[in-house]
């Protein structure tokens, strides 16, 4: 099993943050500084800054926080700002996919590395909605570039849907996850984005959810959620 898919299943940290720890050499396998997609078999001794794993045997939390601008969505304790300590839950959780520091809206949190597991592997399959409030009037020009897809990072980004919902604010529905996607889809067409909401992951939606207010997923929601990842192939 890949470490990183190995600490994350404990409910430790999330894939992504097991690459960081991977990164500033703070994971051992056997005795020795575990490099990037390093293996782990049943028998083998891994440490993280020389202490074992803490498996978290909790009951499974799933949690919807609308995040406010400023937070970061790392586990990372030294990050001022980081979400884990802006939520004080009472245990162990981290984000599920990212939510860059200057937007804000709908980010899911967990203790249950399975599923961290399932949407990171989904991450370019399933539906993530947003508002947008740009710094200039959206043509039907601008509708049509962004829906066709933008050339940016040195590729261009997958089709994907556009309504205008006022004279500087439009919806998008993206089933990709590329780094600071929107932000760099509207500078490459000449916009700037002044306010950035996240409304929707899949099911999940902010339900009238106050800025920096969470809530514990419905059993309903969960449900519908865990049957759409298992059909994402």
Not at 16 to 28: K, S, V
Request: glycine fraction near 6%; charged fraction near 25%; charge should be neutral.
């Amino acid at each position: 099993m890949l470490i990183n898919k190995y600490i994350s299943e404990t409910g430790f940290c999330s894939r992504r943050e097991t690459n960081r720890l991977i990164a500033a050499g703070r994971i051992t396998i056997n005795g020795r500084v575990c490099e990037k997609g390093a293996e782990v078999e049943p028998h083998d001794v891994v440490l993280i800054d020389g202490n074992q794993i803490p498996r978290n045997d909790s009951e499974p939390v799933y949690i919807a926080l609308n995040k406010p601008i400023g937070i970061v969505c790392t586990a990372a304790e030294h990050v001022e700002g980081n979400i884990i300590q802006y939520m004080n839950y009472p245990s162990r959780i981290f984000a599920i996919g990212r939510l860059d520091k200057a937007s804000e809206g709908l980010i899911l949190l967990t203790n249950d590395g399975g599923i961290v597991n399932k949407m990171m592997r989904s991450e370019h399959n399933h539906d993530k909605e947003y508002v947008v409030t740009v710094d200039k009037p959206v043509p039907d020009e601008f509708v049509k570039s962004m829906s066709k897809g933008v050339e940016i990072l040195d590729v261009v980004t997958k089709p994907c849907e556009v309504y205008r919902q006022s004279d500087n604010v439009f919806r998008i529905i993206l089933t990709q996850g590329l780094n600071l996607q929107i932000r760099r889809m509207c500078k490459a067409l000449g916009y700037r984005v002044l306010k950035l909401e996240r409304v929707r992951i899949m099911n999940i939606t902010l339900d009238q959810l106050e800025r920096g207010q969470w809530r514990h997923l419905q059993q309903e929601e969960l449900e519908i959620l865990m049957s759409q990842l298992n059909e994402i192939k």
